[in-house]
């Protein structure tokens, strides 16, 4: 492994860690020694999820797995970086499992953007509304019938910690 290569998994293994330590919403797991070049995001989130039925319902929760191969400062294939794990009856446009569609990805994009994009892509806020462009065009169909439930997570992942204090003068 080349050292700018050792560098770049560095700097996103720590701003990966700071983004996880300001939200509620993520838990990030580096997996494998370090330099660390996969790992492990839960947000605790809801997304939509469709049962055998062909019910659309809401679930807490869900995984994606980032992947950092050797090549990744010089090419980026979003289908190789980024797979969705959990729920595997996930029903939102831009999923299909073990697909998640984030889009064209420049090479060298930080891991801090990819778990907005992959959060963003989870809770509904960033959806695809055109069928042929979507990897699950029932659901997409389906988004575009049912505006009114996106985003289905409305919280942001990282909050902002307010440190004030009130004065009352005499």
């Known amino acids: 492994m080349d050292n700018i290569f050792a560098g770049f998994l560095t700097e996103q293994l720590a701003d990966g860690l700071a983004l996880a330590e300001s939200s509620d919403c993520l838990q990030l797991a580096p997996l494998g020694p370090e ?7 839960q947000f605790a989130a809801t997304t939509l999820v469709r049962n055998a039925r062909g019910e659309v319902g809401e679930a807490r929760g869900f995984a994606v797995g980032f992947w950092f191969p050797s090549d990744y400062l010089r090419r980026a294939d979003p289908y190789e970086v980024a ?11 831009n999923v299909r499992p073990p697909f998640l569609c984030l889009g064209r990805i420049a090479p060298g994009t930080s891991l801090c953007d990819l ?12 959806v695809t509304m055109r069928e042929d462009d979507a990897l699950n065009a029932p659901a997409c169909a389906w988004a575009r019938r049912s505006l009114d439930r996106f985003p289905i997570d409305s919280r942001p992942l990282k909050r902002l910690a307010i440190d004030f204090a009130i004065e009352v003068q005499p």
């Open 115 to 126: 778990l907005y994009q992959a959060f963003e892509i989870g809770t509904g806020a960033k």
């Open 35 to 41: 330099p660390v070049q996969r790992y492990l995001a």
């Open 83 to 93: 797979t969705w794990l959990a729920p595997a009856e996930v029903f939102l446009p």
